[in-house]
């Protein structure tokens, strides 16, 4: 007795219809691109390990954002490389720092281009920890909530459209939520990193933001890679104190927090597509090992179907290409 083949069989090979019933597609309207902002003028500054990944000053940014929007990304996320650091990270809320001139001008080239901002200290201390550090050596929870919401109020100020907390502190979604309220900016959108783990996927990440800590670790206030119920726990505080958007970070080796996160709380969810996956990608792709596109598709898709709403990724520009054909 003859059986017919199995449906799904049948689809599988035809590639346009393949295509047109695949259960998961990645858009380049869900991309975000991170971009790294350096003092000074006539900077851009090729990161050697994020092959393809600049630093610009402000005065060469004008290219790089009209070549973004013209790709169809719709939204940077900006981080800072200050002239000078100090111990209280003074550059970060400053009205003249670097990411508060980069708004303003990205909104001069590009008015529509969403503009999200990392607001974090460790860019911007002289030690490269994510708050003020207390008399023991270790980062001072509770006064380090004044500087992240006077850093999120200076950026608002310049012109952002989300402010995006990811130093982990406890209680700062909601210290920031309501400075940004009280000063006449409660439409602001929060993007929480409210999953942010320990992780060794950050490191060519530190030297394109120069902020490595000198001295200790983070794992006093990032989450531990084998936890997932805690991740659970640190976004039901973040939701709680008003956040609009929520992020899991890295994507890669922590999909099942990203499905486990949608699936809880159904908020817009964002994943962060770290630096060391990108640069693993890039290396392999540059010995010959991998197709580089393939594999960045199925990167990206292996995010989308776990649940990110949103993706933030230095593939960005790479991926507008190819998912525009």
């Known amino acids: 007795m003859a059986f017919p083949i199995h449906r799904s069989r049948r689809l599988r090979g035809n590639e346009t219809l393949r295509a047109m019933v695949a259960e998961t ?4 309207k869900e991309l975000i691109y991170p971009l790294f902002i350096h ?11 994020m092959p393809g990944i600049s630093q610009f000053s402000v005065d060469q940014l004008a290219a790089e954002i009209k070549e973004i929007d013209g790709l169809g990304i719709p939204a940077v996320l900006l981080f800072g490389i200050p002239e000078c650091k100090d111990a209280c990270g003074s550059g970060a809320y400053s009205d003249d720092g670097v990411v508060q001139q980069a708004i303003k001008a990205i909104k001069d080239t590009c008015p529509k281009l969403q503009v ?3 607001v974090c200290m460790c860019e911007y201390t002289d030690h490269g920890h994510c708050g003020i550090i207390d008399r ?7 006064a380090t909530l004044e500087l992240l919401a006077m850093e999120a109020l200076s950026h608002v100020r310049a012109g952002c459209d989300i402010v995006a907390p990811s130093d982990m502190m406890d209680g700062r979604v909601g210290y920031i939520r309501s400075r940004l309220d009280d000063s006449g900016y409660s439409h602001i959108p929060i993007m929480s990193y409210a999953a942010k783990y320990a992780s060794g996927f950050y ?10 800590p000198q001295f200790g670790d983070r794992r006093t206030h990032q989450m531990d890679p084998a936890n997932i119920r805690e991740a ?11 956040a609009d958007m929520v992020m899991v970070k890295p994507a890669l080796s922590y999909l099942d927090v990203i499905r486990a996160v949608k699936e809880k709380f159904g908020l817009p969810t964002a994943a962060y597509n770290v630096s060391g996956e990108y640069a693993m990608v890039k290396a392999a792709a540059a010995q010959g090992w991998i ?30 290409r190819f998912l525009g054909r």
């Not at 597609?25 to 380049?28: A, E, F, N, P, Y």
């Open 25 to 28: 597609r990645v858009s380049v």
């Open 39 to 49: 003092h000074g003028l006539g900077v851009r500054n090729p990161i050697a390990s």
């Open 116 to 118: 999200i901002t990392d």
């Open 136 to 142: 023991n050596g270790v980062v001072d929870n509770d």
């Open 203 to 212: 490191g060519p990440f530190r030297e394109a933001a120069d902020s490595a």
């Open 232 to 242: 659970l726990r640190e976004v039901a505080l973040d939701v709680e104190e008003g």
């Open 291 to 320: 197709d580089e596109e393939r594999i960045v598709s199925e990167v990206l898709t292996s995010i989308k179907r776990a649940g990110a709403d949103l993706i933030i990724t230095y593939f960005a520009k790479d991926a507008a």
